[in-house]
């Protein structure tokens, strides 16, 4: 997870795919977003920007990033996991954490961050 600034607005950032991808990703556009020198990441590779205000934004490996206008969102291997558990009410951590249970690749620590402002 990360925090950033996009389109203006404060946001917190998280990233699914290869864990080495992911960092250079997350230096490159921590960075100086050069176009020319954007890292090559692979197909399964999604990127989640929460803006203040509550904004969604989803990218995948075109880095094209999508405004995405829906009452839950995740990504990732638990994804719909994630999306069911938030379905029955969990939390988006009680999710992650139930994703976790039955999807190896899900990671059971949960690390919980808000844009600033929203606190």
């Known amino acids: 997870m990360f925090r950033c600034t996009y389109k203006g607005l404060d ?4 990233c ?12 490159w556009f921590l960075g100086e977003r050069d176009p020319a020198k954007k890292p090559q990441v692979g197909d399964n590779f999604r990127v989640m920007l929460v803006c203040a ?8 490996a075109s880095y094209e990033f999508v405004f995405v206008d829906v009452p839950r969102f995740s990504t990732g291997s638990g994804a719909d996991h994630a999306d069911g558990a ?3 009410g969990a939390t988006a951590e009680q999710a992650v954490k ?11 620590e949960v690390d919980t961050l808000r844009p600033l ?3």
Do not use: C, H, L, P
Not at 11 to 14: D, E, L, N, P, Q
């Open 117 to 119: 402002g929203t606190e």
């Open 11 to 14: 946001a917190i950032g998280g």
């Open 16 to 27: 699914s795919g290869n864990a080495f991808e992911v960092e250079r990703w997350k230096e």
């Open 53 to 60: 205000g509550k904004q969604v934004y989803y990218a995948m």
């Open 98 to 108: 139930i994703a976790s249970q039955f999807d190896i690749y899900t990671g059971s």
């Open 86 to 88: 938030m379905a029955f």
